[in-house]
């Protein structure tokens, strides 16, 4: 069974531009959520999709949204990026949303660095 | 952003050691998650957690949930290299269902 895939592994933008990343979530997983990874932060969590509806969002400016597709796969996208963007944007994919307990397992892709310049 | 807290922060073992940390919290959690994460990758699952007083083994890592649902134990027996990474505890905060992450504890192993 194929992991949780995401694309691109690297990206470089400069500031002021936008980015979309991409996350295909294993084969039956309906929700999925994304989180940005800083040396300074951690772990912090940036949204939730389940069968195509933001079901849970994060601390983060307007400049972050995502969207989720009939097939599960899910985008990001960051507008104006800032050097503060900079980060590994992590994608998990769990079978059903964080708010059932019996589906709570996430599973991570490998994640895609940004850097902002 | 809200954070469960992990202790200790980093430490450095022989290998062959047992190592031990925990996590914590203010409020109350139904699951616990532990994942590892190396370097430039995401974090893997290793072991979840459902019950409080709940202990689960995965290899030779141990987990227990603990009885206030506010903490979670990692243990790790007979250290090896590869087990070298950061280490996180994770839930589904039960007021806002948001995940929570830990603030990690970064092992490294010495051979």
């Known amino acids: 069974k194929a992991g949780v895939t995401q694309t691109p592994r690297y990206l470089i933008k400069t500031r002021g531009q936008q980015v979309t990343l991409s996350c295909s979530p294993i084969?039956?997983?309906?929700?999925v959520s994304w989180y940005q990874q800083t040396p300074g932060q951690g772990l912090q969590f940036l949204f939730e999709?389940?069968?195509?509806?933001?079901?849970n969002k994060g601390n983060f400016p307007g400049r972050f949204s995502g969207r989720q597709f009939s097939n599960s796969r899910s985008e990001m996208n960051v507008s104006t990026l800032e050097l503060g963007d900079s980060a590994l944007y992590l994608c998990?994919?769990?079978?059903?949303?964080?708010?059932?307990?019996?589906?709570?397992?996430?599973?991570f892709g490998q994640g895609t660095r940004l850097t902002v310049v | 952003g809200q954070q469960l807290n992990q202790s200790p922060q980093s430490m450095f073992i022989q290998e062959g050691e047992d190592v031990s940390m925990n996590c914590t919290s203010s409020?109350?959690?139904?699951?616990w998650l532990w994942y590892k994460q190396d370097p430039g990758e995401g974090p893997v699952l290793l072991i979840a957690l459902y019950k409080a007083g709940e202990l689960t083994s995965n290899g030779r890592l141990t987990a227990q949930f603990g009885i206030t649902r506010k903490d979670s134990f990692l243990n790790i027996s007979a250290s090896i290299p590869s087990d070298v990474g950061i280490y996180f505890c994770a839930g589904p905060n039960s007021g806002t269902y948001k995940y929570i992450f830990g603030t990690g504890t970064r092992l490294k192993v010495l051979a």
């Open positions: 409020s109350i959690f139904n699951t």
């Open positions: 998990a994919s769990s079978l059903g949303p964080s708010l059932d307990r019996t589906n709570t397992e996430a599973f």
């Open positions: 084969s039956g997983h309906r929700s």
């Open positions: 999709y389940f069968s195509e509806t933001q079901r």
